[in-house]
């Protein structure tokens, strides 16, 4: 093994629209030894609907989609970031959730475009990246499969292509436990799709998952990052810190290293064996895992709700032929009941309602007179 991984700083929004901070975010990540620091290009209603419901955070409960919509900024905001980014010789990626978010970070040149778990079936912004990518520039792009099934993988990389793509590993849920991370399946979806494959880790120890996914091949490694874990961003209390950053790059390195030294097969036995010393064999199995594609214990419950489906933007009476703007795809998320999949964005639209729905409603089948 000769290749570099490539370990990616998730900033996210953790810089709550401060420029500065966001600077001392990128900072942190590069000396601690990122090759690329991610943001998360948010307009809220690109995400979720305003009656999705509540999260707590650590002042007070909120709106979610208030929360997103606190998180905006102008795509000014996000060009300076890459920017001060590539005058470190550091990498600049950034998921966009929406169509408007796109095309804004495209029109900026990000290094890699990043679709996020709960994206990988938004339909309409893959088909968007994938024109894009096979029409302007093959712009590397970075797929994450949390709360996924193999169905879905298949489908998103089916629309994107897998020139120039990355696909991460990944469990939805905050903070993911180790064992449950079944980290065999980087080689299981790396040999089914060829393409580069790692690991996005949203579990809270900074070596474990990190240096096992190196023992399986793994091209890219993602982890939150953040200046304190008790500061309100939604993902600081998952993130690493930057000592704890620094950390795992080290110990990514020495894993890389161990992989040179004795060879793919050996050096995955090595890894293995350094981190059952300390850990316990049985853990280090557990975190493994068969290498099956299966939802996690952890994330069973939000397959359909963080990832998207078809809602009602408005509510609306029985018998409204329904328009391309009364419905969006978006995550359900906290309160509100799923809708149909993206796939029927198109087909829904001119169909007549059979009855009366309200603003928010996941879209049915049953909602109208014909559906075929």
């Known amino acids: ?3 570099k991984t490539v370990i990616v700083a998730e900033i996210g929004t953790s810089h709550s629209g401060n420029f500065e901070k966001a600077v001392k975010l990128m900072d942190t990540a590069i000396e601690a030894g990122a090759d690329a620091v991610k943001f998360q290009w948010v307009y809220a209603d690109e995400i979720l609907h305003p009656d999705t419901g509540y999260v707590n955070l650590p002042g007070g409960k909120v709106r979610l989609y208030d929360r997103f919509k606190e998180l905006e900024v102008e795509p000014e905001f996000f060009k300076k970031c890459l920017d001060y980014a590539h005058s470190k010789n550091t990498a600049f990626m950034c998921s966009p959730f929406g169509l408007k978010s796109l095309k804004e970070l495209l029109e900026i040149n990000p290094d890699y475009i990043k679709i996020a778990s709960p994206e990988l079936n938004h339909i309409p912004l893959l088909k968007s990246l994938a024109d894009y990518r096979r029409n302007v ?5 970075v797929i994450s499969s949390g709360v996924s099934k193999i169905e879905d993988i298949e489908k998103a990389v089916s629309i994107l292509g897998t020139q120039n793509l990355t696909l991460l590993h990944c469990i939805t849920f905050y903070p993911a436990p180790e064992e449950q991370y079944n980290l065999k399946l980087i080689k299981t979806l790396s040999d089914r799709f060829k393409i580069d494959t790692g690991v996005s880790d949203h579990s809270l120890d900074p070596v474990l998952v990190p240096c096992l996914s190196v023992s399986q091949g793994a091209a890219m490694i993602e982890k939150h990052i953040t200046l304190s874990r008790l500061t309100d961003g939604l993902d600081d209390p998952v993130a690493l810190t930057g000592e704890q950053f620094a950390l795992m790059c080290h110990t990514v390195h020495q894993s890389e290293a161990v992989m040179r030294h004795y060879g793919t097969a050996l050096g995955e036995k090595e890894i293995i064996r350094q981190l059952s010393e300390e850990h316990g064999l049985e853990r280090i199995t557990a975190i493994l895992g068969d290498g099956i594609k299966k939802l996690a214990p952890a994330e069973e419950a ?11 933007l408005n509510s609306l009476k029985k018998g409204h032929v329904i328009r391309a703007e009364d419905i969006a795809v978006l995550r359900t998320e906290k309160v509100l009941t799923p809708g149909i999949h993206p796939d029927f964005l198109e087909k829904v639209t001119g169909l007549k309602l059979s009855q009366d729905v309200t603003g928010g409603d996941g879209v049915q089948k049953e909602h109208f007179e014909f559906f075929q």
Request: charged share 20%; glycine share 6%; proline share 5%.
């Open 137 to 141: 520039k093959c712009i590397p792009a």
């Open 1 to 3: 093994m000769n290749r």
């Open 302 to 312: 939000n397959y359909g709700r963080t990832n998207r489906s078809l809602h009602y």
